[in-house]
């Protein structure tokens, strides 16, 4: 009688009781599906789950912001503090504009319902409020290039959604993967990007780059079907985005880079690089941990559902999400201690290390098993300390390691699904072929093959289109401040503004205000 | 009938006639109802969103603070951050003495249930545990003037509310609410405010400013029930509190600004005003990341649930809260970059537009379409740019530009819900009104005087009352600091410490550490 | 069958029994109890919850971060900030080799299902997915000590846990519980702690010491049997774990505080203490705030569901966090502003005062009314102020005051079970024991002296244990940096790098850069 209490027991029995006289005789014959308040809870568990993950994504921003700001320097921080804020406010109308459309807005006609959207219609289909507008959305004409999808057509300003939760909800989720695509390469940009270049960069990136390409690996697109087209496994799988999210970013921040040339001092004409340290190890740690807090919504939360199989994958993705960051940090922090220049735990490449490894899992986070995690995680820290070196090699300025933590690792990440995915049931018929995801180390030989187009495909398209996209715009100088502006500092000739002003104070009372200063001085009551 | 939206009715009725078609023999006397479990997850899934949601509000505090103290300076940090952090310790045990009993521990005799707390008692009522506890709680006696409800009077301390989840989820959430409006005035008040002062402050509004107006609007009051007992609309209709939190924030820090007199420097003897920069812009832009984060728990939390309607409620709030944000940050960036004074992409006025973007949209949320979303966004960024300048003609000084973010934009959000207000059948039956809410652009043409009524009320009631109560604090010398106090900064005065002192070093080493600095030094090993 | 406590079996039996010996002419052949998806939707609220929580308590270490960064000096930000990055990183790696097994790796055999794993198999029992693996897991081999639990062993690198998801979570949401341990001492022994010494210090406790001991008490150890073995109370009783995080955690720290000795210059030859002020209040607060935000995932996440009784406990420790904080924020501002030192509401003193009522508020937090939860909060401010003077007078240098805020409020937090527990029917059966738990002040003589041996137990165990590495830890000269790198400050040496550098220039354009700065120049337009 001890652990549920008396009145409980008494009311369920009773409730029991009661139900089951009324109502046997005719229990036998049909197998009751679960009735509308259970597929209500189910829904509502699902969208539930997405949408917190979305607001977790979102808290990212501040993460990237202060990583970012942290690891520059004092003159360029209104500047790029103001990047990471306003790229989240006009990515969020651009999506909303155009990008959601471009990338979801289609279904292959040849093989319908094979996007992760579709997936979750199958799924989903449980309820009859939702799925119709879920069909109904998808089905929306497609412009196809030959047999396969290339970019979606319909849900142009949430046209059609009406006061669908789980579509809405997508929306959200999918709108704050985008700007962490879209935030990256400010990163790789920083301390000389024109503001005017930046908000096209936005623009560009919201309305259409991100969303062209995302869609074919999540929207239903060509790569998404390599798996029933051709065969290859189960087409490009990237259950959170390293490739869609992180190599793309991680290609616009390398085109970026590449175009807009190095800040001015990098390089010596020796062809040696200097370090340029940021101004606040305390703002950029902090911004770490803050993305590593994102991230549980970031990967865990692209199972976009909580229930049944769903709920299995979110956790997993969890535990290697945790799992893969910690190797990374540390593999990174041990490498630059033993090998690395100053022979110390270098606490930005510790940064990145961590970073590294949980962009690294953000594509097989759901696949593979703890102990691969682990090892994906410690591979990507030391990959992070290899492209730091190969970029100055190159001569390639990237003041905050955005290219090797997102591009290098993303792609790695991709083709880590490819070697270490382990077949796990649950993720069978992913993205309509039958068997589940299965990399190299457990038998699957064409999986990796499908990761390997997915890589190319990005790169090929991401890093093509955005190195013309960034030409033109240097070619209208809108892309590079002057030389004037970039040794000043960009807060006061950019923004109006200094990051952080010596206290302002009027003039006639400064002489007074000096005796004060330092001295306790009692309070006297007030004045006015 | 009144609360079920009436196509939840129609597919709940079809539901119900299959089922019954199919089971009817045995079925015909009770129709049982969902099982125990299914109750229990239900209950489970809404008391967890709204939990959920009052954790995210509280971290607003931290976003407060940040936005507070970097638009503030250097010499006044400590000060201004103990505010941000000691007003929730004060206002939660405010709330818990005496707030949440004038606020919500009444009823309106004459119109039962139409309070918000009744609407949820009535989604609610499938679980006979919650049930007894709601209603017992509710039905405690109120204090009436008229016909109308004006302060409650039961559940001081918590008493009465034993074990009920539903009702301590409850207090927690209206706490965080009520803190936001109680942390919104420190910034107006800022640089100058006595730290006593500032207490007393915290009590008036946790204690009782709040709770009366708030009680009118969300606890079953007078403004509430203007539907029922005026005909206008649905009464006072304000999802998350543009009103409620912002607006009362807002007044009460336009009061105290007012009483409090402009800082000194301020404003020139030729009548125009310096710009008074704060000393961090990273700081100040991580707390509007960390607001509008939070905001995803203010607004969409605010539906009090997730199941069924209150679901699509919730994440249609998602929605506007993301587009109504973003487009205030883009339309004062813009604005102050087009017609500004820099004629730059101002920081500052960027963070101010997405705040107000979000206080804005914080009553429509659940109520427009995403268009209306972005266009009530588009108005709030303009509206927080106009009323930065207006306070400066008028002479008042509000470091933070508390006033223009909460008061101004508060009013518009709540206007906007008699304007854009779609009609969405999911709202039918709000505040005991059988119709939808409705705004002018769609045939509704009194809600928006019920909502002027409410703006009208919390001007007069929360802006009258305490400009009478900091005309006292200011008479007992309790409310603005000593002349000499403000030019040396109110840190050390104060509170005793500075915000950031020189590194302290003991007197006899401090010769060699000069030697050591700058330079790298190997380690040594232990000395002890 | 041993995992379900006896108790719940037979109720649940006999519940069953009555009801089928009264309906089962027409039941014999289904039975039909929650079908497959409330199930399943049950088992997704609870691991939901849990995982948030989890993701919660993950972010504190952010919050840990900036407190005590803040609360040190600026030439030691690098390396603080790195301590508290890397000891997650170092500390998840460690946990899942070996931590997690020790810890909940075992049963007692003698009085099997009483830990809180166990209950959680009671309660999850609905589930046949998952109860297999929970079972599977907790039947393995127990190392013993006489006949009670002492120490795990099965669980090693997440071997069999497969795709459990209740399991996985289980070890995020203890993994990152463990870390919040780990990080404790980081700040007693701040400012002079070698950086290897910090690595080894991080496997320490999360490999072995901190395992050990929190096994006794949530792991099925022989503190949590004292009720069954000694009849004493419900055994050892800590909710959230006062005892096991915080006191573990603040133990760890008085060893190392103690055996590193003071930093120099913190005590005067005639034995007096100087202030050591830290270099940021705003990170200090801030850092304080995202600790509270972070705690409602500690306590309420310690529910480990959130369906039924789960639920009643989660909400009822959320309120007694708001609460228990922030009186002890309260009060330990009020008590420096009448009679501590400065006699001003201290920035410093506050801050420790509202962890101190978080912390000592930890273990009871389910078990208590709120007004008991004001009163433990209010004494723990009084606490964190006197045993700040305590350490001082002992000679003891702990720049943040980590052991007056976790290990003697662990210890109030623990005791306060004894006294305060109120009986509540919800926690009947707690720890195998028929009664609900119930403290001193309502009747319960015995409870108090369970809560007395977890903290002799901890204190004799961590401490004494601790003591010793640390002292071989200063044999082997891993411990304390040399004199020269204290006085200098450990950033450069420790990790070559600086926390705030100043702005790095390219020498040859230093000069022209002088003149530009401070004056506003217009962009010129690209240059490349």
Same mark, same amino acid.
């Given at each position: 009688?001890n652990?549920i209490?008396?009145?409980?027991?008494?009311?369920?029995?009773?409730?029991?009781?009661?139900?089951?006289?009324?109502?046997?005789?005719?229990?036998?014959?049909?197998?009751?599906?679960?009735?509308?308040?259970?597929?209500?809870?189910?829904?509502?568990?699902?969208?539930?789950?997405?949408?917190?993950?979305?607001?977790?994504?979102?808290?990212?921003?501040?993460?990237?912001?202060?990583?970012?700001?942290?690891?520059?320097?004092?003159?360029?921080?209104?500047?790029?503090?103001?990047?990471?804020?306003?790229?989240?406010?006009?990515?969020?109308?651009?999506?909303?504009?155009?990008?959601?459309?471009?990338?979801?807005?289609?279904?292959?006609?040849?093989?319908?319902?094979?996007?992760?959207?579709?997936?979750?219609?199958?799924?989903?289909?449980?309820?009859?409020?939702?799925l119709?507008?879920?069909?109904?959305?998808?089905?929306?004409?497609?412009?196809?290039? /030959?047999?396969?999808?290339? +970019? =979606?057509? !319909?849900?142009? #300003?949430?046209? *059609?959604?009406?006061?669908? $939760? &789980?579509?809405?909800?997508?929306?959200?989720?999918?709108?704050v993967f985008?700007?962490?695509?879209?935030?990256?390469?400010?990163?790789?940009?920083?301390?000389?990007?024109?503001?005017?270049?930046?908000?096209?960069?936005?623009?560009?990136?919201?309305?259409?780059?991100?969303?062209?390409?995302?869609?074919?690996?999540?929207?239903? /697109?060509?790569?998404?079907? +390599? =798996?029933? !087209?051709?065969? #290859?496994?189960? *087409?490009?799988?990237?259950? $959170? &985005?390293?490739?869609?999210?992180?190599?793309i970013?991680?290609?616009?921040?390398?085109?970026?880079?590449?175009?807009?040339?190095?800040?001015?001092?990098?390089?010596?004409?020796?062809?040696?690089?200097?370090?340029?340290?940021?101004?606040?190890?305390?703002?950029g740690?902090?911004?770490?941990?803050?993305?590593?807090?994102?991230?549980?919504?970031?990967?865990?939360?692209?199972?976009?559902?909580?229930?049944?199989?769903?709920?299995?994958?979110?956790?997993?993705?969890?535990?290697n999400?945790?799992?893969?960051?910690?190797?990374?940090?540390?593999?990174?922090?041990?490498?630059?201690?033993?090998?690395?220049p100053?022979?110390?735990?270098?606490?930005?490449?510790?940064?990145?290390?961590?970073?590294?490894?949980?962009?690294?899992?953000?594509?097989?986070?759901?696949?593979?098993d703890?102990?691969?995690?682990?090892?994906?995680?410690?591979?990507?820290?030391?990959i992070?300390?290899?492209?730091?070196?190969?970029?100055?090699?190159?001569?390639?300025?990237?003041?905050?390691?955005?290219?090797?933590?997102?591009?290098?690792?993303?792609m790695?990440?991709?083709?880590?699904?490819?070697?270490?995915?382990?077949?796990?049931?649950?993720?069978?018929?992913w993205?309509?072929?039958?068997?589940?995801?299965?990399?190299?180390?457990?038998?699957?030989?064409?999986?990796?093959?499908?990761?390997?187009?997915?890589v190319?495909?990005?790169?090929?398209?991401?890093?093509?289109?955005?190195?013309?996209?960034?030409?033109?715009?240097?070619?209208?100088?809108?892309?590079?401040?002057?030389?004037?502006?970039?040794?000043?500092?960009?807060?006061?000739?950019?923004?109006?503004?200094?990051?952080?002003?010596?206290?302002?104070?009027?003039?006639?009372?400064?002489?007074?205000?000096?005796t004060?200063?330092?001295?306790?001085?009692?309070?006297?009551?007030?004045?006015?």
């Amino acid at each position: 009688m001890n652990y549920i209490k008396k009145r409980w027991v008494w009311v369920l029995s009773l409730a029991l009781m009661m139900t089951l006289v009324l109502v046997t005789p005719a229990f036998a014959q049909d197998g009751t599906p679960p009735s509308e308040e259970v597929v209500d809870a189910t829904l509502s568990l699902n969208i539930m789950w997405m949408i917190i993950g979305g607001f977790l994504v979102f808290f990212m921003q501040a993460g990237f912001a202060l990583v970012e700001t942290g690891f520059t320097r004092n003159k360029n921080v209104a500047h790029t503090m103001m990047m990471n804020m306003m790229v989240f406010c006009i990515g969020a109308i651009g999506y909303w504009l155009t990008g959601f459309a471009f990338q979801f807005g289609a279904v292959n006609a040849a093989y319908p319902g094979v996007s992760t959207a579709g997936a979750i219609v199958g799924e989903w289909a449980h309820s009859p409020i939702t799925l119709g507008d879920w069909t109904g959305f998808l089905s929306a004409p497609l412009i196809r290039f /030959g047999q396969f999808g290339f +970019l =979606g057509g !319909s849900g142009f #300003l949430l046209a *059609g959604f009406g006061a669908n $939760a &789980g579509l809405l909800a997508f929306f959200l989720f999918q709108m704050v993967f985008m700007d962490t695509a879209a935030t990256i390469p400010t990163g790789s940009m920083a301390e000389r990007l024109k503001f005017i270049g930046f908000v096209l960069m936005g623009l560009w990136v919201s309305m259409f780059i991100y969303p062209l390409v995302g869609g074919w690996i999540w929207g239903g /697109g060509w790569l998404q079907n +390599l =798996g029933r !087209s051709m065969g #290859l496994g189960n *087409g490009a799988v990237d259950f $959170a &985005g390293s490739g869609v999210v992180h190599m793309i970013g991680g290609a616009i921040g390398l085109a970026g880079a590449m175009v807009i040339g190095p800040r001015i001092g990098k390089f010596n004409k020796d062809g040696s690089a200097n370090t340029i340290p940021g101004h606040s190890i305390s703002l950029g740690v902090l911004g770490t941990i803050i993305l590593f807090f994102g991230w549980f919504g970031f990967n865990p939360g692209s199972s976009l559902g909580f229930v049944g199989a769903f709920r299995n994958l979110a956790v997993i993705a969890a535990i290697n999400t945790l799992l893969a960051g910690a190797a990374g940090g540390c593999s990174a922090m041990t490498y630059m201690w033993l090998v690395g220049p100053t022979k110390k735990p270098d606490p930005g490449m510790s940064v990145n290390g961590i970073l590294a490894g949980l962009v690294a899992i953000t594509a097989p986070c759901a696949f593979v098993d703890s102990w691969a995690a682990v090892v994906i995680g410690l591979i990507a820290g030391l990959i992070v300390c290899w492209a730091t070196v190969w970029l100055e090699k190159w001569k390639i300025d990237d003041p905050v390691g955005a290219v090797p933590v997102h591009f290098f690792n993303g792609m790695w990440g991709v083709l880590a699904v490819g070697i270490f995915a382990n077949g796990n049931p649950d993720t069978a018929a992913w993205n309509g072929v039958e068997s589940a995801v299965t990399g190299l180390l457990y038998g699957g030989t064409t999986q990796i093959l499908a990761q390997l187009a997915e890589v190319v495909s990005i790169f090929v398209a991401v890093f093509g289109l955005t190195y013309v996209f960034f030409k033109i715009l240097a070619a209208l100088k809108l892309l590079r401040v002057s030389r004037e502006v970039e040794l000043q500092g960009l807060d006061v000739p950019e923004m109006g503004a200094l990051g952080y002003p010596k206290d302002w104070e009027p003039s006639d009372v400064e002489d007074s205000e000096k005796t004060f200063a330092g001295k306790r001085v009692k309070a006297l009551g007030t004045t006015d």
